[in-house]
């Protein structure tokens, strides 16, 4: 393993005693060289996964995509590898996006700290999705094409059509030079899927995952951890270090 893509929320991280387990953990894993490379990979904003890593034990990354995989940065938050973007233009446009979701009775915009030039989000609760299928009609109109992410029956962020948290990470491997068979990737909840089914990666899923990850993940091979979050996470490098261990 040369490059870890982890989300955080409910994977490396919980609240609990399981992220320090992890940071000591992962300390054992890095060579002189500084590999594996660590890469966050998480729905938060840059500023607030900084702000997490600041008050909590998880360790410091090499990267971090956020947004749901409309940025990538160094781990200090600055440097972005802004050539990504070129993949998410077309048939974008945020102003035109919000416009239009902004002519809908119902739906509030997240505060200025949830948006970024590549993710609109919004509170609307119990959208269906047939008003779904609507608003994204009516963006096609204007020339965007875009999907919708929809969770927690409130939760909304409408993304360029490329955006995902596989399409940012494997723009990472690239830029990194680095063959998917040398990518781990770990998550616990729907929009992890992608990366998560990434052929010829390696995956690990928590115990905690939601039901409709492992649903969307039918068919494709991963690491089925017993302990939940970063315990997890632990488990399932360990597996993928020693796959075969000898009797
Ligand atoms: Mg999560």
Known sequence: MLLFSTDIDGTVYDNTDS????????????DTHGYPKLAYNTGRSVDDTLALIARTELPTPDFIISGVGTSIVHGDGERPLSEFL???????????VFDVISAIDGPRPQPPECQNPYKCSW?????TS??????????????????????SNRDLDLLPIAANKANALLHLAYHLDLPRSEVVVAGD?????AMLSLKGSKAIVVANAE???IAALQGTSFFHASK????????????????????
Do not use: M
């Open 86 to 96: 070129n993949t998410l233009r077309d048939n974008w446009d945020f102003d035109i």
């Open 211 to 213: 039901p409709a990850l």
């Open 19 to 30: 992220t320090a387990r992890f940071a000591k953990f992962w300390s054992t894993l890095r």
């Open 123 to 127: 509170f609307w609760e119990d959208a």
């Open 189 to 193: 909840s729907g929009n992890d899927a």
């Open 130 to 151: 047939a008003q779904l299928d609507n608003l994204l009609s009516a963006l096609t109109q204007r020339g965007i094409n875009a999907q919708a992410i929809y969770s």
């Open 228 to 247: 939940t979050c970063a315990d997890g996470v632990i488990e399932g490098l360990q597996h993928f270090a020693n796959p075969h261990p000898s009797a």
